[in-house]
């Protein structure tokens, strides 16, 4: 069987693709490793009627309405290449099994690279998070610490401020920041760090301090930790698709890449920001892409 499209991702953009084709009578694998990258995060927010809900039941919830409709195969499966066949492109998995489509939408995610800093992972998920629209109102009015070696460091303090005065910004070594933007943040309250961060300090998931390269420390409850992204998969390479200066998957504004026949959604794509309703909406436009360009094509042949 030819499917008229293979979606590569079980995640919003995935799923919200598989949903509207599905929805336009296409057939479409939609394959999943089953290894959501939020699976750490105890409640996903910003997506109204669904905000606070756990990753696992999103998933579940999505898998169930979009498996309504017959003409969707969910195919858990590992890919491990992709490449052109024809006009269209073939899939191999893990397992060795092949899957044919006409169209192909990359749904793959990115991996997210943070500072190895001792103690970071227990913490992470529960009270240390990279996303203060996320998580910043659960950690409201709380003193909290941002960990960045990122440029972008400057924007997020000052984002913070919204959720909690008591901000103490690290740049964990790095000269991130200006001798203007650190005058502005001090002068807003915010303590500046330049020193390398060494440890995260707490149990039962609440960071309780923040342990610096001279040896002291400071008591925290909460914070943010930049990562770098990266692809997850390395499809998008394989197929020859551009990218953009961050790394994502460079599409028009319809989600089509500089390959025919390829389309991204989601953090792929985009990279940020990282929310469930920006990918969510991003799966449905690349499949509506996608149908029009199939409709196209089947009209005119």
Request: proline share 5%.
């Given at each position: 069987?030819?499917?008229?499209?293979?979606?590569?991702?079980?995640?919003?953009?995935?799923?919200?693709?598989?949903?509207?084709?599905?929805?336009?009578?296409?057939?479409?694998?939609?394959?999943?490793?089953?290894?959501?990258?939020?699976?750490?995060?105890?409640?996903?927010?910003?997506?109204?009627t669904?905000?606070?809900?756990?990753?696992?039941?999103?998933?579940?919830?999505?898998?169930?309405?979009?498996?309504?409709?017959?003409?969707?195969?969910?195919?858990?499966?590992?890919?491990?290449?992709?490449?052109?066949?024809?006009?269209?492109?073939?899939?191999?998995d893990?397992?060795?099994?092949?899957?044919?489509?006409?169209?192909?939408?990359?749904?793959?995610?990115?991996?997210?690279?943070?500072?190895?800093i001792?103690?970071?992972?227990?913490?992470?998920?529960?009270s240390?998070?990279?996303?203060?629209?996320?998580?910043?109102?659960?950690?409201?009015?709380?003193?909290?610490?941002?960990?960045?070696e990122?440029?972008?460091?400057?924007?997020?303090?000052?984002?913070?401020?919204?959720?909690?005065?008591?901000l103490?910004?690290?740049?964990?070594?790095?000269?991130?920041?200006?001798?203007?933007q650190?005058?502005?943040?001090?002068?807003?309250?915010?303590?500046?760090?330049?020193?390398?961060?060494?440890?995260?300090?707490?149990?039962?998931?609440?960071?309780?301090?923040?342990?610096?390269?001279?040896?002291?420390?400071?008591?925290?409850?909460?914070?943010?930790?930049?990562?770098?992204?990266?692809?997850?998969?390395?499809?998008?390479?394989?197929?020859?698709?551009?990218?953009?200066?961050?790394?994502?998957?460079?599409?028009?504004?319809?989600?089509?890449?500089?390959?025919?026949?390829?389309?991204?959604?989601?953090?792929?794509?985009?990279?940020?920001?990282?929310?469930?309703?920006?990918?969510?909406?991003?799966?449905?436009?690349?499949?509506?892409?996608?149908?029009?360009?199939?409709?196209?094509e089947?009209?005119?042949?």
């Amino acid at each position: 069987m030819i499917y008229d499209c293979a979606i590569i991702g079980g995640g919003p953009a995935g799923l919200n693709a598989a949903l509207v084709l599905g929805r336009a009578r296409r057939n479409v694998a939609l394959i999943d490793n089953d290894r959501p990258r939020n699976a750490v995060t105890h409640a996903s927010h910003g997506f109204i009627t669904r905000d606070g809900v756990t990753p696992a039941e999103f998933r579940r919830v999505a898998y169930e309405e979009v498996l309504r409709y017959p003409s969707v195969d969910h195919l858990r499966a590992e890919i491990v290449s992709v490449g052109k066949i024809g006009s269209g492109f073939a899939l191999l998995d893990s397992s060795g099994r092949r899957t044919q489509a006409r169209k192909l939408i990359l749904a793959t995610g990115v991996k997210e690279i943070f500072p190895e800093i001792a103690g970071l992972y227990p913490l992470y998920g529960k009270s240390l998070f990279n996303c203060p629209y996320c998580d910043g109102w659960e950690l409201r009015d709380r003193p909290l610490v941002l960990v960045s070696e990122h440029p972008s460091v400057y924007h997020v303090a000052k984002l913070l401020l919204n959720w909690s005065k008591d901000l103490i910004v690290c740049t964990n070594g790095l000269a991130s920041l200006s001798e203007e933007q650190t005058g502005k943040l001090q002068a807003k309250g915010v303590a500046v760090k330049e020193q390398p961060v060494t440890a995260f300090i707490g149990s039962h998931g609440q960071l309780e301090r923040v342990r610096f390269a001279d040896g002291t420390e400071l008591p925290r409850t909460g914070g943010f930790v930049t990562p770098r992204f990266v692809q997850s998969t390395p499809f998008a390479e394989q197929l020859g698709c551009e990218r953009t200066e961050l790394g994502g998957v460079r599409t028009d504004a319809l989600g089509r890449t500089s390959v025919p026949g390829v389309y991204a959604a989601g953090d792929a794509s985009y990279f940020s920001p990282s929310q469930l309703i920006y990918a969510a909406a991003d799966g449905s436009r690349s499949a509506m892409s996608v149908n029009l360009d199939l409709t196209e094509e089947d009209f005119e042949s």
